[in-house]
């Protein structure tokens, strides 16, 4: 059973930095796909920055030039470094995987981490 724990979120101003962390366990497949999605007041969950064991990467057009996905695969570890906060960015950022390929923006998850709240002040 893959079990997913984000941490390291938190208030920043904008303009400032923030990095959230996953921490993944019980992946057993190698071609998997690993994400963070958003969800702001209001509004649906949605594709931020995914990354294939591969490494291929995908980011939504906000996220492109200020946030950067990675995975240290030694920790069974995911990250999303996220800089140049604005306001919008706000809101619970949470951990996504998908079992096999294709990866993407809008893929299928098959399983969440309970998310971490991420707020940007003006």
């Known amino acids: 059973q893959v079990q997913l724990a984000e941490s390291g979120g938190g208030s920043v101003q904008a303009g400032g930095s923030l990095r959230v962390s996953c921490e993944a366990s019980?992946?057993?497949?190698?071609?998997?796909?690993m994400g963070w999605f958003r969800q702001r007041p209001g509004n649906e969950r949605e594709g931020v920055a995914i990354?294939?064991?591969?490494?291929?990467?995908y980011y939504t057009d906000s996220a492109k030039g200020r946030f950067t996905i990675s995975q240290d695969n030694v920790k069974n570890t995911l990250y999303l470094q996220m800089n140049s906060l604005k306001p919008e960015d706000t809101g619970m950022y949470y951990c996504?995987?998908?079992?096999?390929?294709?990866?993407?923006?809008?893929?299928?998850?098959?399983?969440w981490g309970q998310g971490t709240q991420v707020t940007v002040s003006s």
């Open positions: 019980g992946i057993t497949y190698s071609r998997y796909c």
């Open positions: 996504a995987h998908r079992k096999r390929w294709p990866c993407g923006l809008a893929m299928y998850v098959d399983n």
């Open positions: 990354i294939g064991s591969d490494g291929a990467t």
